[in-house]
């Protein structure tokens, strides 16, 4: 059912040296393939849709890298480079010095289908924002967009590519965006910016957006929808709770603050006075999580599922896929709340932390004192958690990354201080399991003082997610 427009794989796979390319060809399911890792001193592999294979017992070398950084066009400031008119993306690992000692070929593709999902809702003029995974296919959809919008729907489109991974490597985009237009961004950094200058001097209908991450950005994409102008976008985070829990994308779905009310007014909705709201209406009206390349979960109305979320209610939803034959299948839901109580008290596992700028000593004496196990860990891949400091976190090294691409859960201190230390571990440890979601979320939200939470943080009702 996945029909591939193109993926140039010809293109890619002779970019790399013979002893690489040519037991890729002999894979039976090369067309299949995701990437193919260099890193010097170690053996080539490939990363295929189901398996990795090791690609050679010779070691990579530095001629190796050298060889496939020569037949590939220049690096840019996120490390990113491509190959002329195709989706393919190469990025670098760099050592100390700046010399590229890795290289991560990923396989570029464009692929028809995939858009007839959300057709509905992108042909409504609301703006859409699309949530998943590294790899689910945030990318493939938006490429798919904007050529259904600007050749189908014959509006004026403009791609903001800020790596040229939607329109791909080179001045002239590729096919894959149809009619659509493409503005390159120079630097991830100034990516805010050029939103606002495509506004501003190209007079667009539509406007899209990969991969949201800044509270500059997040308020572009609001000034840009206040103008009048359709956004599609993405942003990371698998769910909505996800964005409400992320202090920097939360204006994406209209913002969270702490409401106290009065002592009569409190009496009035039988809540405690002290209540979550939303701020402003949502810059996105609507919110697709991919769940993958044939099914997604939609949220049509993002102003009642924020508000519903906030009181501690289920947000109604509909589940989208595609059968066998190409159609769309669609069926509404209500899920259960995935921090709804249980009547047993759950025994508490001991945490393992990976810790990035974060005091180990402090942090160990806090857990000491209010009589919480855990485990400080060397080994990213075997952590539950990635504790790090606000000013390290906002210059996202690249073990950052590596934690966001892993699914781990991160969490942000705003200093090395106990008092936010010992907040974090109340957090992750609550005292009882009828905590709801929106107490915990109050916790995390109160942290723009103290303790707060990455996109990929605490589960709700305070459980910490297993993996």
């Known amino acids: 059912m996945r029909r591939v427009v193109t993926d140039d794989l010809d293109a890619l796979l002779d970019i790399l040296p013979l002893q690489v390319r040519e037991p890729l060809y002999q894979q039976p399911d090369h067309s299949e393939l995701l990437e193919v890792i260099l890193d010097l001193g170690r053996l080539p592999e490939a990363r295929f849709l189901h398996r990795e294979l090791v690609l050679n017992s010779k070691e990579v070398n530095q001629f190796d890298i050298d060889y496939v950084v020569s037949r590939i066009g220049e690096f840019t400031g996120d490390n990113r480079a491509g ?7 190469i990025s670098a690992i760099r050592n100390r010095n ?27 003029g609301n703006n859409v924002l699309l949530l998943g995974r590294p790899g689910i296919g945030k990318t493939t959809m938006l490429r798919e967009v904007a050529r259904v919008l600007a050749d189908d729907f014959k509006k004026r489109v403009i791609v903001i590519d800020t790596s040229n991974e939607i329109a791909g490597d080179g001045d002239i985009p590729h096919p894959a965006i149809g009619h659509a237009r493409r503005m390159q961004v120079a630097a991830p950094a100034e990516q805010h910016a050029v939103m606002i200058e495509a506004v501003e001097n190209h007079m667009p209908e539509v406007i899209i957006i990969d991969e949201i991450g800044t509270e500059l950005e997040a308020q572009a994409a609001r000034t840009i929808a206040e103008r ?14 996800n964005l ?15 409401v106290t009310l009065g002592d009569e007014e409190a009496r009035r909705r039988h809540t405690q006075k002290s209540i979550l709201e939303r701020k402003a209406p949502p810059t996105f009206g609507v919110v697709v999580e991919i769940v993958d390349y044939y099914k997604v979960t939609v949220h049509p109305d993002v102003t009642g599922a924020v508000d519903a979320l906030l009181h501690g209610q289920p947000p109604k939803a509909e589940v989208r896929w595609m059968d066998e034959d190409g159609e769309v299948k669609k069926e509404a839901i209500t899920p259960p709340l995935m921090w709804e109580s249980k009547e047993e008290k759950q025994p508490e596992k001991t945490l393992r932390f990976y810790l990035f700028g974060a005091n180990r000593s402090r942090l ?18 075997q952590s539950d958690i990635f504790l790090t400091t606000r000013s390290y976190y906002r210059r996202k090294p690249q073990k950052i990354r590596d934690a ?12 090395n201080n106990a008092a936010q230390m010992k907040q974090c571990l109340d957090a992750l440890y609550p005292r009882d399991t009828q905590y709801t979601y929106v107490h915990n979320l109050q916790r995390i939200l109160a942290g723009r003082r103290g303790f707060n939470s990455s996109n990929r943080g605490l589960e709700p009702g ?3 997610k297993s993996r």
């Open 83 to 89: 190959i002329n008119h195709t989706l393919h993306r």
């Open 98 to 124: 700046g010399y590229i000692i890795g290289l991560t070929c990923r396989v570029g593709r464009a692929v028809f289908g995939t858009v007839k999902m959300i057709q509905d809702l992108i042909e409504s």
């Open 228 to 241: 009048g102008v359709q956004l599609v976008g993405t942003a990371h985070g698998n769910t909505l709770e």
């Open 244 to 258: 409400i829990m992320n202090p920097t994308l939360s204006d994406l779905i209209g913002g969270i603050q702490t």
């Open 364 to 381: 160990e004496q806090i857990a000491r004192e209010g009589r919480k196990e855990l485990k400080i860990v060397a080994d990213l891949k």
């Open 404 to 415: 966001e691409a892993l699914g781990i859960p991160i969490y942000v201190l705003k200093s």
């Open 462 to 464: 305070g459980k910490r």
